[in-house]
């Protein structure tokens, strides 16, 4: 079966502290990773995508991909409070068309 | 980004009763739409898959006489909870999207469906 495993947290980090998210993922055949912030009650909002071994930088955002140890991650710069949500990690496999969703961490940042 | 509306955000209702739930995209024409539920504090698991005119895919588990799924136009997918219980009470997201990958997918805002 296929998994997608999560810390549930919550982390907590100070304002203006770098967050780090991670995430692990069972099948040698995903294709592309994703990450969503979602607020309590509200569905889930994409902040990044991401295909290829290495980083990929939007904003205070990086996600880092490495298939080769089968994990993503997501770090978050200058944490704001407004970034206190949960984090979900999901994975789209090769040759089907699912998105499996990790149970999410929750971040807490505190001013 | 494009939008999909999902229809109601709430609805309460008494064991044994129906629920409809609507999902559309307004600014898009999305040949597929996702249903998902989740309880609290737990992730988002995918039910099923709907697909314009064809009938839904559901995934393992999930019953498909219990939740009906119609995708009768490019634009619209309902999910119907039949004979609700208290144990169907869950928070339910209905996604579509515009081409293919994920990066496109959009999420509807949810349904918070409580039963009595």
């Known amino acids: 079966q296929k998994e997608v495993e999560q810390n549930s947290g919550p982390l907590s980090v100070p304002e203006g502290a770098i967050a780090s998210l991670n995430c692990t993922y069972s099948?040698?055949?995903?294709?592309?990773f994703f990450w969503y912030r979602q607020y309590s009650g509200k569905s889930p909002e994409l902040i990044m995508f991401i295909y290829s071994n290495g980083d990929k930088e939007d904003g205070r955002f990086t996600a880092q991909l490495n298939k080769a140890s089968q994990y993503v991650s997501l770090l978050i710069r200058d944490s704001q409070p407004s970034d206190s949500a949960t984090y979900l990690c999901?994975?789209?496999?090769?040759?089907?068309?699912?998105?499996?969703f990790g149970t999410g961490t929750r971040l807490q940042v505190f001013p | 980004g494009a939008v999909v509306s999902q229809h109601p955000s709430w609805v309460i209702c008494k064991s044994g009763t129906s629920v409809k739930i609507e999902c559309r995209s307004l600014?898009?024409?999305?040949?597929?739409m996702f249903w998902y539920r989740q309880f609290p504090k737990q992730s988002l698991m995918l039910m099923a898959t709907s697909n314009e005119g064809s009938k839904a895919t559901y995934e393992q588990g999930v019953e498909k006489d219990k939740f009906l799924i119609n995708h009768a136009s490019l634009t619209l997918s309902t999910l119907t909870v039949t004979s609700a219980h208290p144990e169907d009470s869950s928070f339910y997201i209905c996604s579509a999207r515009d081409s293919v990958g994920y990066e496109k997918l959009f999420f509807g805002s949810g349904t918070q469906l409580s039963v009595l």
């Open positions: 099948d040698r055949g995903s294709q592309s």
């Open positions: 600014d898009f024409q999305a040949t597929t």
């Open positions: 999901a994975v789209n496999y090769y040759n089907t068309d699912k998105l499996i």
